[in-house]
């Protein structure tokens, strides 16, 4: 069994403060809702409202599955909790519950399209909760329980899905018992183990084990070889303490009465209790090749570091991001409810749940693609012990789980609408699946594997000091606070912020021992351009950029992030002077603009102020690589006010140059031009030029000149309700990045994550 890589976890990944101030910076909470229809005019709010909604209103009386042609129902989920069994937190209420809640509705959005609400209700009374939920039905195409303490969640989805004509589906129960089945199927097979005779231990008697138990025993384990404990160990026939009828069906006939007795040779252990239930001792008295997973959240049951210290033979999961192999529900719910609700499935029966179970094991074993290699930090993940599962942002499990599922549902019997065409339909996933959102995860997750040393050239600044702080929680490297010791410490202190702690290192310019060699090296490059030798003195001394600039250009740090206290181009100027282009490449700006649904990288937004063909054919070359190098396949639009050709003018000539110009460079990529903008991002506008050589919307806008590029990115950030990220600086030699002035420390950690990233591994 080859040897596990588990991360180094002495520091939390996210501190509470983040977790806090994430929560309630700007507007309070994750969630909001937006129209989807105009609401600007009169006509449009006669339609939207009185007179025009009186017609659906008669048509869905009428046919009330017409509900799903007219209103959000068929593709709306309630997530709805009263918060008696949060996470592995306990109980501690309905309101307490809202985060996870809003995080789950989030969740549902951000990996599969689905629109949802949290709804929290405030009882524990089994009754009450139905009744509250039952005539919720005609606003929702699903119903998502979570984290509603055992028994009452039994009686409460069993009820409910008595009386609903809709999904009610208990994602602790079966959400779970999904992702863990399929992990387990992988993780059986890759030791050997045949299912009849794998003796399992479930710790935890809860809803998540039940349910897990229940869907294992399903696909095949033998009922005598699976052991269940609680609280008050082991669950045996016969015991009274502590039980309930759910219990008492899984009870064993064995004289085993503690969890560490139990584990005494078990092949398998399920955590699904709380926080440190399993002992160092039981791991070690486990099967050779044991499989562990312990899934508990936040913190799971032992840790992968703790049973990398007894043994290296174990396959590890745990329920949390930051360790390979995360067995989490998230992994299917979102993408269950989109297969059940493109079917209008009136319910998520066992063949459906069977289906994704398989459709996610049989995903970890294939061959990842070029395009997929990217999500997972350009390291192709191959079959194996520290993949048995694929990660949630793995962009395939859009077009496979709901595909199986929709499949399960329509074979099953319980599709109201079925779907002919299944290829289509996965043709038609992809396609809602969001892959610029997913590029800051994946630039994370790389830098993570290969942590950067990065200087934060503006140290005095507070926001920069978080930054640094969160950088280094993240795992993402080494922060090296460029600045004044005293200034420092005092602004420190002044905002509370403790600065000592590992990861960050301190550098004082005056003080600096590599102050001569920085001095050497700039006067080299900057003597024949007017500067004195006093002159690049001082800017060693006193200028934060050029020192910054010079560690990383002489290798004293990996990469620098800057750009909080000063304006761009000064910023740039400065770095200029110390790190040249790389050779053959022109350095430019590209902004990532992540709107609804569609993401475009807008170039030039940082340098060139009037290009010329020729540096519009550069800056071309540059967008589409680092298209590339972010995951996409580059369709470059050069914009111009006209379109090919018409109407005709001087300024949109430049850029009908520049596509010559490409042309002869036989680029390897696609571009056409010039164009406006509505062509290159409307599929109907481009169809009406049917020689246009891009084969769909662009994904890369070349624009004609800085200030078109920077207003009408500013124009998607404020009127557009788009994030913009960046500029990001991209053709110099040694990784640089300029975050804005004024950025947030949420801003300057992704400058310095995306400038760790461009220092490669
Ligand atoms: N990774 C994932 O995707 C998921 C993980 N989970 C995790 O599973 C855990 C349980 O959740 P859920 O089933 O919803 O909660 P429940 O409240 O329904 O069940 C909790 C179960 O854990 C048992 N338990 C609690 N503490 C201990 C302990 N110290 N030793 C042994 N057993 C203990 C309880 O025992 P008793 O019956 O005696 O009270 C109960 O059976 C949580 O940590 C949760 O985060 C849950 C869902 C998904
Ligand atoms: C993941 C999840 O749903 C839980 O831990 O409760
Ligand atoms: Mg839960």
Not at 599 to 623: G, Y
Request: one cysteine or more; glycine letters at 6%.
């Amino acid at each position: 069994m080859p040897k596990k890589e588990n991360r180094n976890r002495n520091m939390p990944t996210v501190t509470r403060q983040e977790a806090l101030d994430f929560h309630a910076q700007g507007r309070p909470g994750k969630l909001e809702i937006t129209p989807t229809k105009p609401m600007a005019t009169q006509r449009d709010l006669s339609l939207a409202y009185s007179p025009g909604v009186a017609e659906p209103v008669k048509a869905i009386a009428e046919d009330p599955s017409t509900a799903y042609d007219y209103t959000t129902r068929g593709n709306m989920v309630a997530v709805i909790s009263n918060g008696t069994a949060i996470l592995g937190l306990g109980n501690l209420g309905a309101l307490a519950s809202k985060p996870v809640m809003e995080g789950k509705s989030v969740l549902f959005k951000r990996f599969a399209d689905v629109d949802s609400i949290d709804l929290e209700i405030d009882t524990e009374n089994v009754d009450e909760f139905v009744n509250c939920v039952r005539f919720l039905g005609p606003s929702f195409g699903g119903i998502n329980l979570e984290d509603i303490k055992a028994p009452d969640c039994f009686v409460i989805e069993s009820r409910l899905r008595e009386i609903m004509d809709i999904p009610v589906f208990h994602d602790d129960q079966h959400g779970t018992a999904i992702i863990a089945a399929a992990g387990l199927i992988n993780a059986l097979d890759l030791t050997g183990r045949d299912y009849k005779t794998t003796k399992l231990v479930c710790n935890g008697a809860g809803a998540a084990a039940i349910a897990c138990i229940e869907l294992i025993k399903a696909i095949g384990f033998n009922p005598e070889n699976i052991i269940l404990c609680d609280t008050k160990g082991v669950v045996f026939q016969g015991r009274t303490e502590g039980m309930n009828q759910w219990k008492s069906a899984h009870a064993v006939n064995s004289d085993k009465r503690t969890l560490a007795e139990a584990m005494d040779g078990a092949d398998v252990v399920l955590g699904l209790s709380a926080k440190g239930t399993l002992s160092e001792d039981m791991i070690r008295s486990m099967a050779p090749n044991p499989i562990i997973f312990a899934m508990a959240n936040p913190d799971p049951e032992i840790t992968p570091e703790e049973v990398a210290r007894i043994r290296d033979d174990a396959i590890m999961a745990t329920g949390r991001s930051d360790y390979p192999n995360q067995v989490n529900n998230v992994l299917g719910f979102p993408y269950i409810f989109r297969g059940a609700l493109d079917v209008r499935a009136s319910t998520i029966n066992d063949e459906m749940k069977i289906a994704a179970v398989m459709a996610l094991a049989n995903l970890a074993k294939e061959d990842v693609p070029d395009d997929v290699a990217a999500a997972y930090q350009g390291n192709r993940p191959r079959f194996g012990p520290n993949y048995i599962i694929p990660v949630p942002f793995d962009p395939r499990l859009i077009s496979s789980i709901p595909v199986a599922v929709a499949k399960a549902a329509m074979d099953s019997g319980v599709a109201r609408k079925p779907i002919a065409d299944l290829e289509a339909y996965a043709r038609e996933l992809r396609g809602r699946r969001d892959p610029i959102a997913s590029t800051l995860q994946r630039i994370y997750d790389r830098v993570r594997r290969h942590p950067k040393r990065v200087v934060f050239a503006e140290a005095e600044e507070e926001q920069v000091m978080r930054a640094a702080i969160s950088y280094v929680n993240q795992q993402l490297g080494t922060a090296i606070l460029l600045g004044r010791d005293d200034v420092i410490a005092a602004t420190a202190e002044k905002a509370g912020i403790d600065l000592n702690r590992p990861g960050i290192e301190f550098i004082n310019a005056r003080t600096s021992k590599r102050r001569e060699a920085y001095v050497d090296y700039l006067y080299a490059r900057l003597q024949r351009k007017g500067f004195l030798q006093r002159d690049v003195q001082r800017l060693i001394n006193t200028d934060r950029n050029h020192f910054a600039a010079c560690m990383v250009a002489l290798g004293d740090a990996d990469a620098m992030v800057t750009g909080t206290t000063r304006n761009y181009s000064t910023a740039l100027s400065d770095i200029r002077r110390c790190i040249d282009a790389k050779p053959g490449h022109r350095v430019i700006g590209v902004s990532l603009a992540l709107c609804r649904g569609r993401n475009v990288l807008v170039a030039d937004t940082a340098v060139h102020d009037m290009p010329s063909s020729e540096e519009l054919a550069d800056i071309a070359e540059e967008a589409a690589s680092l298209a590339r190098k972010l995951g996409y396949e580059p369709r470059v639009a050069m914009l111009a006010y006209s379109t090919f050709g018409h109407p005709e003018g001087e300024r949109s000539e430049r850029v009908r140059e520049a596509v010559k110009i490409l042309d002869k460079r036989r680029v390897d990529f696609e571009y056409d031009g010039e164009m406006s903008a509505e062509v290159a991002l409307n599929p109907r506008i481009m169809e009406q030029y049917p020689f246009c050589r891009l084969s769909g919307t662009a994904n890369v806008l070349v624009m004609p000149a800085f200030h078109s590029a920077s207003i009408s990115t500013k124009m998607l950030q404020e009127l557009g309700g788009c994030t913009v990220i960046g500029p990001l600086l991209v053709g110099f030699d040694k990784p640089v990045q300029i975050a804005s002035m004024g950025a947030k420390d949420s801003d300057i950690v992704n400058m310095a994550a995306i400038a760790a990233y461009n220092a490669g591994t």
